[in-house]
């Protein structure tokens, strides 16, 4: 699985679209992008995924560039609650493992 | 649905004790997982069990052993406890079969051994 990189932490305004890169430039044809995040203490919480195309939930927007090198989560419209540490990880779905290798992730401050 | 549950929250051990740490899921899942979390650190994979019946090493399995007793519930055994090993473990199990393989983790059991 390929590996990313991505800053230790940012700081975003309360209320403020919050955008969190990832490089992950090694990333194969078929391996995915997730993003998972971890509000303090807590256990991760899957927040969305893509392959090749934008993505949108309830949550949050992915935007994959067009060499897939890259991407960037976008929380629209932050919180307070959504001060958390965000994981990016990419993965492929073969095999029957379906393991998810966790870096250190960014520590996003959302600040009043 | 409870999801992922863990026991216990929290255990302090004296160095040589041996514990379990009991995980257990009630959405079906076919593969759970053992990850230990450091301060400061992303998660690392200890153990995981693609399926009942079977497990796997993952990162890190020194001075761990697992069992899947069935499909709802994997545990963690601490056999000899060491320092090394205070760390808050997390159970994961994914979701059915297909894409996006959402992983759902537990609350944690944080584990000081002194």
């Known amino acids: 699985d390929a590996k990313t990189t991505q800053p230790p932490s940012m700081d975003c305004a309360e209320g403020r679209a919050a955008n969190l890169p990832c490089n992950h430039s090694t990333i194969s044809g078929n391996e995915y992008v997730y993003w998972y995040r971890q509000i303090h203490s807590q256990g991760p919480q899957y927040i969305i995924h893509?392959?090749?195309n934008n993505e949108t939930n309830e949550m949050a927007s992915l935007i994959i560039t067009e060499d897939r090198k890259s991407s960037t989560l976008i929380l629209p419209h932050a919180t307070l609650r959504d001060t958390a540490v965000y994981y990016c990880i990419v993965r492929s779905t073969g095999g029957a493992t379906n393991k998810l290798i966790f870096g250190t992730g960014t520590l996003l401050a959302v600040q009043p | 649905n409870a999801g992922v549950t863990q026991t216990p929250k929290f255990q302090v051990l004296k160095t040589g004790q041996s514990m379990t740490l009991q995980c257990a899921q009630d959405?079906?899942?076919?593969?759970m997982y053992w990850y230990r979390q450091d301060p400061g650190m992303g998660l690392r994979l200890i153990y995981y069990?693609?399926?009942?019946?079977?497990?796997d090493k993952g990162e890190v399995p020194n001075g761990y052993n697992v069992s899947r007793l069935n499909k709802r519930e994997f545990s963690l055994r601490l056999e000899s406890a060491a320092p090394s090993q205070t760390s808050v473990y997390f159970c994961a199990s994914i979701r059915a079969s297909s894409i996006p393989y959402e992983q759902y983790f537990g609350p944690g059991t944080r584990l000081t051994v002194t």
């Open positions: 069990s693609a399926s009942e019946g079977t497990t």
């Open positions: 893509g392959l090749k």
């Open positions: 959405m079906n899942h076919n593969s």
